[in-house]
């Protein structure tokens, strides 16, 4: 656990990567738009740019930096790996973040729920065939519904 002291206009989104070096979340759009930012908040998804970083107090924040459990990567990780789901990569820690949420809420039954559940993140090189299958392998290999996030 870390703990800074931010102004209360700073965006989670700045504290992380400014203030923490938390670099693996990425500021894309810094509107709310892109997904690109996307971490979670007591195990929630949420846009780091659109938070406050004071409202944040004592809540539980999970960057892509700690989805592995610090040898080993997260099933997601490695299935955007084994199935090329990235190419410039810029995007992929918030697709990331985003895909092992929604697979353990159990949104992806199929292939329209989960570039439904995926809208919100936008992928710049069009990678989505690829994401979709990486998703698509997590949720195989992890039963219904995919691992659990939430640990």
Excluded at 71 to 76: A, K, N
Excluded at 96 to 118: C, K, N, P, Q, Y
Aim: hydrophobic fraction near 40%.
């Amino acid at each position: 656990m870390r703990s800074i002291l931010v102004e209360p206009r700073v965006s989670l989104l700045d504290a992380l990567r400014d203030r923490l070096d938390l670099t693996g979340v990425k500021k894309g759009c810094n509107q709310g738009a892109c997904g690109a930012c996307t971490v979670w908040v007591d195990k929630r998804r949420v846009l780091a740019c659109l938070t406050l970083a004071i409202t944040c107090e004592t809540r539980e924040i999970t960057t892509i930096e700690g989805l592995s459990d610090g040898v080993d990567l997260h099933p997601m990780q490695s299935a955007f790996i084994s199935q090329d789901a990235f190419q410039c990569g810029y995007c992929t820690p918030g697709q990331i973040m985003s895909a092992v949420a929604f697979l353990a809420e159990g949104h992806a039954a199929d292939d329209d729920t989960i570039r439904e559940w995926m809208s919100g993140n936008i992928c710049r090189c069009a990678a989505y065939p690829n994401i979709r299958a990486a998703i698509r392998q997590v949720r195989d290999e992890a039963g219904t519904g995919g691992p659990d996030a939430t640990g």
